[in-house]
């Protein structure tokens, strides 16, 4: 009996016609942006660990004097930054979430198409991170829980969260992210 060559398999690759990475790409794309996913997350957590902490140790409107310049207060915003709206009827409430969550939804596309830019990951990672907590807030208390307060000679700067500070760090370096790119193009 004659012996036959052995048998190969032909694996098809995953692509799409047309693409040049097909599935590949998506996995590669979706890897690389998971340590900015997980940079927002903690943020997250911190924000709504510290947030539990003051809901369970604080009534609204209580004050723990710390520095001669800086408190831990329990603040309730309803409205946006610097309690914009906080007035407004209720409707804020679900315009500001899903504002959140449109955001979020953007941030999300832009980290898979820019996970290699790392102070533009970094910058827009924090602002995910914040709008997240602060949705969160939203949805379960209908009010974002502040408790940091900085004040000086009777003026107080508005309360703020662990959120609040993502949002503001991601700005910041995200407007250098900006104006060093704008340097490395001269």
């Known amino acids: 009996m004659a012996q036959q060559p052995p048998r190969t398999l032909k694996v098809r690759s995953a692509t799409r016609p047309g693409s040049a990475g097909g599935g590949n790409a998506d996995a590669k794309a979706t890897t690389a942006m998971l340590p900015w996913l997980a940079l927002a997350l903690a943020i997250v957590l911190a924000d709504q660990f510290t947030k539990v902490l003051i809901l369970d140790s604080y009534r609204l409107g209580d004050s723990t004097p710390v520095a001669g310049f800086f408190n831990i207060v329990r603040a309730h915003n309803t409205g946006a930054a610097f309690s914009f709206l ?63 307060d900085f004040h000086l000679g009777g003026w107080h700067f508005p309360a703020f969260n ?13 407007v250098l992210d900006e104006l060093l790119r704008v340097r490395r193009g001269r």
Do not use: E, K, P
């Open 162 to 174: 662990v959120a609040d500070m993502g949002i503001t760090i991601g700005a910041v370096c995200l």
């Open 86 to 148: 906080a007035a407004a009827s209720g409707w804020q409430r679900w315009v500001f979430t899903g504002i959140g969550v449109a955001a979020a939804g953007f941030i999300v596309h832009l980290l898979r198409s820019h996970a290699g830019q790392r102070l533009f990951s970094f910058s827009i990672s924090c602002i995910l991170g914040g709008a997240v907590g602060n949705v969160v807030d939203r949805l379960l208390h209908g009010y974002v829980v502040d408790f940091l």
